[in-house]
């Protein structure tokens, strides 16, 4: 009975957490009308610029090892004249919409989280509301605008990124030459792969910023609570982002 217990138990929670990020969402597109641009503008240099350093270092390691991992084969195989297009492929595709939600997450929805959190335990989300102001259009709408803004501009600079470690490599590593490289992307790469990595990029940064906000208004109080909650909204970012993109994956490019 008790393991019956702990399955009916996991089951309510996880029912609860998708319809209160549900009806956070719905009521996020409802006071989009009260945005304030001020405070977007703000969120979108905090959340998104700050975050390329981030990106940039793991995209270009990540386009690195995966040239490593292709490129010598590939020659002994005859096939270098489709290395560049390849990994263009791959990084436009998935890798590069996937490690910028993740990184974002772990940067991102972290702060997001903590932030509302510590405002939420020290009452001034409750001071907002006395004042008659609407904790969705002051805290969250910016947000959850910011990184549907930013996360695009993120995934086209990783792209670049990315192509140009993973020709460093092929090149000075495996002897593939320059106009080869870049003759193999404009063969095989199409502007419809780096259109959908960014279309994935706005459902992920979607969801950071609902998970975000959802588990800062609801963390427990004390300072433990708001750590949890943190916690709780990177890792259950990371699962949705993952989920997601297999559905986004089939539904764009199948």
């Given at each position: ?18 319809g ?8 996020t597109l ?13 969120q979108?240099?905090?959340?998104g ?11 270009l390691c ?17 096939a ?11 990084m ?8 910028t939600?993740?990184?974002?997450a ?6 997001i989280a ?12 409750d ?6 102001a ?9 947000r959850?605008v ?17 192509d140009?470690?993973g ?6 590593y ?13 063969t095989?790469a ?6 959908g ?15 975000g906000c959802?588990?800062?208004l ?22 949705l ?10 539904l764009?490019?199948v």
């Amino acid at each position: 009975m008790k393991v019956f217990e702990i399955i009916g138990g996991s089951l309510i929670k996880m029912s609860e957490t998708a319809g209160g990020l549900s009806l956070l969402f719905v009521e996020t597109l409802y006071h989009l009308k009260d945005i304030s641009f001020k405070d977007t503008f703000k969120q979108m240099a905090l959340l998104g610029a700050d975050s390329l350093p981030i990106v940039a270092a793991t995209i270009l390691c990540t386009g690195m090892v995966f040239s490593v991992q292709t490129a010598k084969e590939f020659v002994e195989l005859g096939a270098s004249s489709t290395v560049g297009g390849i990994v263009a492929v791959s990084m436009a595709r998935e890798l590069v919409p996937i490690l910028t939600g993740v990184v974002v997450a772990g940067r991102i929805g972290a702060a997001i989280a903590a932030e509302i959190g510590t405002m939420k335990v020290t009452e001034q989300v409750d001071a907002l509301r006395v004042m008659a102001a609407n904790p969705i259009s002051y805290l969250v709408v910016p947000r959850f605008v910011a990184i549907i803004c930013m996360m695009p501009i993120l995934v086209v600079f990783g792209n670049l990124i990315g192509d140009i470690g993973g020709w460093g490599v092929a090149h000075y590593y495996a002897g593939i030459s320059t106009f080869s490289f870049t003759n193999s992307i404009k063969t095989f790469a199409e502007f419809y792969d780096v259109l959908g990595g960014m279309l994935k990029s706005c459902v992920f940064g979607g969801i950071i910023a609902i998970v975000g906000c959802y588990k800062g208004l609801n963390a427990p109080n004390g300072a433990e609570g708001v750590g949890l909650a943190t916690t709780a909204s990177v890792v259950l970012s990371i699962i949705l982002i993952f989920v997601t993109n297999y559905f986004l994956s089939i539904l764009i490019y199948v």
